[in-house]
């Protein structure tokens, strides 16, 4: 599509290529990438969410230079629930792949060479769904699993492995117990073993329990040993984890566990597997920026593996999986390396302790996602750059040659419209004493022009999370924007993970403050120095970003409009009905719940709604179960008694994010028609309004 224009045109006018339809067909999300070896040759793995299939994660696979094929058809779907957030769905064993189906959760297989029809190998649970399983490895013996299980209806068929005290300490809240069928007690969330031989397909044997979190459960090369990570409420994994062995006694079986990281407290430790010469490796915080580290079963020995200041080889565990090495097949480690929130590639030699990586040249490459060994040497990774979209590719650690194996998709669009990130740091905080982060972005556009005179609206974005960040790889969702005449800040606020330990720390009973101020801050630097129109600044946020948005519109006048999607109005009630993972996550950002429930009132947007005045738009999927929507219902209904203008679009069968392609493209359309309203301009896209809209 060419667009030109004859005549200045202004800001947020613009006509743009980047549509809302290019948005959902472009938001194909890939997922971690695995390797086995077919001889001659290997075959690469990879998962595909496809909102245009209603959401569906797809596992695909590409032989050498074959097409890729998909491996899984409708109406399976290769996604689970654990943690509600999820990953590690599937993973390779010897002769069959393995996954969690989102249907009803339980675990298939499917032979790797020929065709048929995935086979459960877990039994039904009493409810539906209510037995979860993620994270799971292979024995290298190949007759049984490991892997995490979330108990949802506490009536699991076998708890031998705790009856024989091989359970860990029971967490703080007694979640020990829940394995009763105590309704009112929370999800157990366990290592289970799951045989595969003929005698007992599928049954489950728990070998960890008692502490209220497990992940990473993985088998030395040998398969005599089995490591793990475990953490209690209310520490988050990227607050404090043990690291956990345990020596394999037989089949479906492990002997006395040991806590060999992490069993100071404090220290967050993840990312942990084993190398090829018996080696566990895992990213540890201790020096303040996440670093390799390494363990020896042999002597029982620990040793830092790299001492990076100001980068670090990690990153907040929000998901299963989120391993940032690898190791090639010469026993060196590619590693994914953040620096201020951009990832870089690079290796490290495990037996010069200390040394600095060595770069991969990868240009192109700001954003990794996963990584695996491929043949030869070759390392496979899933990544997105500034002007590309996530693909998976084939790289040369030594030289850098780059082979694409699963091309990003092609977005129609020529690398001129596309809007580069500019990273920029300014003066934040009440003294304006702290250093806070961003990446700007300002409208682009070739052949486009504005009016004479006009600075561009500007849209601040506060990524969700909290603990999360933004990143700089290419994202339709942000060119939506620039393309027609929007510049977009990107805030990395205080509480952001990339930078440390001590800047992701900010946010320590400061949620709802120190990300404000941020994000008020940035807007006010821009305006200030001219890049942006003071009198059209909004704010947008998803989930905690949400949140954000509604606290600054009610700490400062700033911001002329603000767009919530599915965000946390009030504290209070997200404390008392939200899923386990996050049930004592706000201990740490706000404080223990009820014991100070007064912060949680104080901070709750909820509450303050008098002090709302700018219009506001609201999206919500309604099947959210990490922020239900009762909560944007109770924001809507505060404005709307205030006679603010406002809109509420509510989504059928989306969950926390929208993942359907309609809902994804109309989501889109109603907020630059929203910003329209208000700003006083007019869209150049044809856009049905919401006709349940209120004074816009």
């Keep these: 599509?060419?667009?030109?224009?004859?005549?200045?045109?202004?800001?947020?006018?613009?006509?743009?290529?980047?549509?809302?339809?290019?948005?959902?067909?472009?938001?194909?999300?890939?997922?971690?990438?695995?390797?086995?070896?077919?001889?001659?040759?290997?075959?690469?793995?990879?998962?595909?969410?496809?909102?245009?299939?209603?959401?569906?994660?797809?596992?695909?696979?590409?032989?050498?230079?074959?097409?890729?094929?998909?491996?899984?058809?409708?109406?399976?779907?290769?996604?689970?629930?654990?943690?509600?957030y999820g990953g590690g769905a599937w993973w390779l064993g010897a002769t069959n792949v393995y996954f969690a189906n989102w249907e009803d959760q339980r675990v298939y297989r499917l032979p790797l060479d020929g065709d048929g029809d995935p086979e459960p190998i877990t039994a039904a649970p009493s409810s539906p769904a209510s037995w979860r399983y993620a994270d799971g490895r292979e024995h290298p013996g190949g007759d049984w699993l490991v892997c995490v299980r979330e108990d949802h209806d506490g009536k699991a068929e076998d708890k031998t492995a705790a009856d024989d005290g091989l359970a860990g300490p029971a967490g703080p809240n007694g979640t020990a117990g829940t394995n009763g069928t105590d309704d009112t007690a929370e999800?157990?969330?366990?290592?289970?073993?799951?045989?595969?031989?003929?005698?007992?397909?599928?049954?489950?044997?728990?070998?960890?329990?008692?502490?209220?979190?497990?992940?990473?459960?993985?088998?030395?090369?040998?398969?005599?040993?089995?490591?793990?990570?475990?953490?209690?409420?209310?520490?988050?994994?990227?607050?404090?984890?043990?690291?956990?062995?345990?020596?394999?006694?037989?089949?479906?079986?492990?002997?006395?566990?040991?806590?060999?990281?992490?069993?100071?407290?404090?220290?967050?430790?993840?990312?942990?597997?084993?190398?090829?010469?018996?080696?566990?490796?895992?990213?540890?915080?201790?020096?303040?920026?996440?670093?390799?580290?390494?363990?020896?079963?042999?002597?029982?020995?620990?040793?830092?593996?790299?001492?990076?200041?100001?980068?670090?080889?990690?990153?907040?565990?929000?998901?299963?999986?989120?391993?940032?090495?690898?190791?090639?097949?010469?026993?060196?480690?590619?590693?994914?390396?953040?620096?201020?929130?951009?990832?870089?590639?690079?290796?490290?030699?495990?037996?010069?302790?200390?040394?600095?990586?060595?770069?991969?040249?990868?240009?192109?490459?700001?954003?990794?996602?996963?990584?695996?060994?491929?043949?030869?040497?070759?390392?496979?990774?899933?990544?997105?750059?500034?002007?590309?979209?996530?693909?998976?590719?084939?790289?040369?650690?030594?030289?850098?040659?780059t082979k694409v194996i699963r091309p990003p998709e092609d977005t129609g669009v020529s690398p001129d419209w596309f809007s580069r990130a500019e990273a920029i740091s300014f003066p934040s905080g009440a003294e304006k004493g702290r250093t806070a982060h961003a990446f700007f972005y300002p409208p682009t556009g070739p052949n486009l022009s504005a009016v004479d005179g006009e600075t561009p609206p500007l849209i601040v974005m506060g990524h969700g999370g909290p603990t999360s960040h933004s990143g700089s790889a290419l994202r339709l969702g942000t060119q939506y924007w620039t393309s027609r005449g929007f510049a977009v800040i990107d805030v990395n606020y205080g509480g952001s993970t990339g930078f440390g330990r001590a800047y992701r720390e900010l946010l320590k009973g400061e949620w709802g403050i120190v990300d404000v101020e941020d994000c008020i801050a940035a807007a006010s630097h821009l305006a200030d120095v001219g890049r942006v129109d003071a009198a059209r600044l909004a704010i947008r946020g998803g989930s905690a970003g949400g949140f954000t948005v509604l606290a600054a519109l009610e700490q400062s006048k700033i911001f002329g409009a603000g767009t919530n999607l599915f965000g946390v109005a009030d504290l209070s009630a997200l404390a008392a009905d939200t899923h386990k993972f996050e049930s004592r996550y706000l201990d740490g950002l706000i404080g223990p719940y009820p014991e100070r429930s007064d912060l949680y009132n104080e901070r709750s947007p909820i509450n303050h709604t008098d002090k709302l005045s700018s219009p506001l738009l609201v999206l919500q999927g309604l099947e959210d179960e990490i922020v239900p929507p009762s909560q944007s219902e109770a924001i809507v209904a505060a404005v709307a008694a205030k006679g603010i203008p406002h809109a509420y679009v509510a989504f059928e069968g989306e969950q926390h994010g929208f993942r359907q392609a309609a809902n994804i493209i109309r989501s889109y359309e109603v907020e630059l028609w929203f910003y329209g309203r208000v700003f006083g301009f007019e869209p150049a896209d044809d856009i049905a309004p919401v006709a349940e809209a209120v004074g816009l």
């Design 1 to 84: 599509m060419t667009v030109t224009m004859a005549t200045p045109t202004p800001y947020g006018s613009w006509p743009s290529p980047i549509s809302a339809e290019s948005i959902a067909a472009g938001g194909v999300g890939i997922g971690g990438v695995s390797v086995r070896s077919t001889g001659d040759g290997s075959e690469v793995w990879w998962s595909e969410l496809r909102p245009t299939e209603a959401g569906r994660v797809v596992l695909v696979s590409r032989t050498d230079d074959n097409a890729p094929i998909d491996r899984i058809s409708a109406p399976y779907s290769a996604r689970t629930r654990v943690h509600e």
């Design 187 to 401: 999800a157990a969330n366990e290592i289970v073993a799951l045989g595969l031989d003929a005698g007992r397909p599928g049954q489950a044997v728990v070998l960890a329990t008692g502490t209220d979190f497990v992940s990473s459960p993985r088998f030395s090369p040998d398969g005599a040993w089995l490591s793990w990570i475990r953490w209690n409420h209310p520490d988050m994994p990227w607050d404090s984890t043990e690291l956990c062995v345990a020596a394999v006694t037989g089949p479906c079986s492990i002997g006395e566990i040991q806590v060999v990281g992490g069993s100071g407290g404090g220290v967050s430790i993840h990312g942990a597997d084993w190398t090829n010469d018996g080696r566990l490796i895992y990213s540890t915080d201790e020096s303040g920026y996440w670093n390799l580290a390494q363990w020896k079963p042999t002597d029982s020995s620990s040793q830092s593996l790299t001492a990076l200041d100001g980068q670090e080889i990690g990153g907040p565990p929000w998901v299963f999986g989120t391993q940032r090495w690898t190791e090639l097949s010469d026993g060196r480690l590619a590693v994914i390396i953040t620096t201020s929130a951009v990832d870089s590639l690079g290796v490290v030699n495990p037996n010069t302790p200390g040394a600095e990586p060595t770069p991969i040249p990868s240009e192109g490459i700001s954003a990794v996602a996963g990584l695996a060994a491929g043949k030869n040497g070759q390392l496979l990774v899933t990544a997105a750059g500034p002007t590309s979209l996530p693909g998976v590719y084939e790289i040369d650690p030594s030289g850098g040659s």
